[in-house]
């Protein structure tokens, strides 16, 4: 028989959840809804779709291995150079690229935990370890991995804001953490749902990178979230040119489809499109909370398209029995919780749906 590299022994393989398709087909029905995976619930920007349809005739040929035309539009957009920006089949591939071109044997990833699970699972296809300190108050504790860094430490990632908690660590708290951190390191900075951030508490990574040029720093963006193109896998990572260019070295030379490129070129136009999903977003965070403040469950504001919020009920019973009413949350016992369950921000529809069928439970399972 032949073996697999021994790496691969710790790696508890991704499971999906459960997909709206599966789930209908279980229950006999076709209004089920799903609200498990931070997606934009209004589908993807119109203009996207139109420079999709009108691309299909140029789908033969090889897609542009550089991404010039998206890279030169998010060159503007956030005023960094070209060159030091690279674009990734989702974000999760650029985490990839960054182990791949900056781990070796022994060298340590190190987090937090509960936090976005394919950190872990990508650190352990590589030669090197994941160290996982616990999150405090619900929260990065940036203080406590500053004071974990040790010989092997080579990268830090934090998820900012953070999922699955909605949290977030503030301006002043990274720049004190990014000031004491060795030049030998290298910060991954996790920004995959920025452009949720509420207006008075955005966090800006990439502000850090001119900041102290002699540190390494990468900031994570992607076009999954409020774009609304998570099937297209479209991701992007900053930094300064030599660590972009070393990532370069790395990746395939097809890494994004051409579809892909021409839709999250697209998408970056329309305005309309965002502001009605961001607004759309705060109205339903504020219905949620006012929910769980009257019915005086726990819950974390978030600075995200999701809630985290703690019915003090088993989550995988919780979780089964919304199932069963047609709504796919997401219970966070792989996280390490056995209470906790997180929500997807939906329509004002779905979201009004979500708390029929969730009263309805808290009451007949408290
Ligand atoms: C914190 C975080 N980072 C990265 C990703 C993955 O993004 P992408 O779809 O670009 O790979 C997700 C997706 O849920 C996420 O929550």
């Known amino acids: 028989m032949i073996k697999p590299n021994p790496q691969l022994n ?22 089920a809804i799903k609200l498990a995976s931070n997606e934009n619930p209004f589908g993807a920007s119109t203009k996207a779709i139109e420079a999709i349809k009108n691309f299909l005739n140029k789908i033969h040929i090889y897609p542009d291995s550089h991404c010039v035309n998206l890279r030169e539009k998010l060159s503007k957009k956030l005023n960094v150079n070209f060159e030091e920006i690279i674009i990734g089949n989702g974000s999760d591939e650029i985490i990839e690229l960054i182990f791949k071109a900056y781990i070796g044997k022994h060298d340590e990833i190190l987090s937090c935990f509960p936090t976005f699970a394919y950190y872990k699972i990508a650190a352990q296809q590589t030669f090197g370890e994941y160290k996982e ?125 051409g579809v892909a490129q021409i839709a999250a070129f697209s998408a ?48 995988e019973k919780f979780f089964n029995e919304m199932l069963k009413r047609g709504v796919i949350i997401r219970s966070l016992r792989s996280f390490g919780y056995q209470t906790a369950l997180r929500v997807s921000i939906g329509t004002e529809k779905e979201i009004s749906i979500f708390l029929e069928n969730f009263e309805k439970l808290y009451y007949y399972l408290k």
């Open 268 to 315: 970056l136009d329309d305005e309309d499109f965002l502001l009605k999903t961001y607004n759309n977003n705060l109205k339903c965070k504020k219905i949620l909370y006012e929910f769980f403040q009257k019915h005086q469950i726990f819950y974390l504001p978030s600075q995200t398209n999701f809630i985290f919020f703690d019915p003090k009920i088993d989550n």
């Open 10 to 31: 710790r790696i508890i393989e991704y499971k999906p959840g459960k997909s709206l398709e599966e789930l209908q087909r279980e229950l006999g029905i076709s209004n």
């Open 133 to 257: 300190i616990p999150l405090k108050n619900y929260t990065f504790d940036l203080k406590n991995l500053l004071e974990s860094i040790n010989k092997k430490t080579k990268i830090i990632i934090i998820c900012n804001p953070n999922n699955p908690t909605g949290t977030y660590v503030s301006n002043e708290e990274l720049y004190k953490f990014l000031d004491k951190i060795p030049e030998h390191i290298l910060v991954i900075i996790d920004e995959a749902y920025f452009e949720f951030f509420d207006k008075d508490k955005v966090v800006n990574g990439i502000k850090f990178i001119k900041k102290f040029p002699n540190k390494n720093i990468i900031i994570l963006r992607t076009f999954s979230k409020i774009y609304g193109l998570a099937a297209l896998r479209v991701g992007y990572g900053i930094s300064k040119k030599e660590i972009i260019s070393n990532l370069n070295k790395v990746r395939q030379p097809f890494n994004v489809n």
